[in-house]
């Protein structure tokens, strides 16, 4: 078992940023890749990034890619997820998840999750 903990959410105005963690425990996510995932009021959960086990391979989507990075830190069995030029339709909140696939866009291929952290993103 993985439990996920999210945290670095908070309100921030449009252009500015945020970096969110995700600390693991019951076992090291070495394992898994990672990904992250938002989901906004009345909107269904959206792909975000996704970095696997060696991180030598990141993906994004489109509507964050240049802005948003994720990265990787073994030593401290963390995730983050660097966001920067946050914009207000930014607003969601943010899982992080691990999976056993190399690298994924899907939830479904995600075993472990997170319970989220809020971003808003005022105007």
């Known amino acids: 078992q993985v439990q996920l903990v999210e945290s670095g959410g908070g309100l921030v105005q449009a252009g500015g940023s945020l970096r969110l963690s995700c600390a693991a425990s019951?076992?090291?996510?070495?394992?898994?890749?990672m990904g992250w995932f938002r989901q906004a009021p009345g909107k269904e959960r959206e792909f975000v990034a996704a970095i696997s086990r060696g991180a030598s391979i990141t993906d994004y989507a489109d509507s964050v890619k240049g802005r948003f990075t994720v990265s990787r830190d073994s030593a401290k069995n963390t995730v983050y997820l660097q966001m920067n030029s946050l914009k207000p339709e930014d607003t969601a909140v943010y899982f992080c998840?691990?999976?056993?696939?190399?690298?994924?866009?899907?939830?479904?291929?995600?075993?472990?999750w997170g319970q989220g952290t809020q971003v808003t993103v005022s105007s």
């Open positions: 019951g076992r090291t996510l070495s394992s898994y890749a």
């Open positions: 998840a691990a999976s056993t696939r190399i690298i994924s866009r899907t939830g479904r291929d995600y075993d472990y």
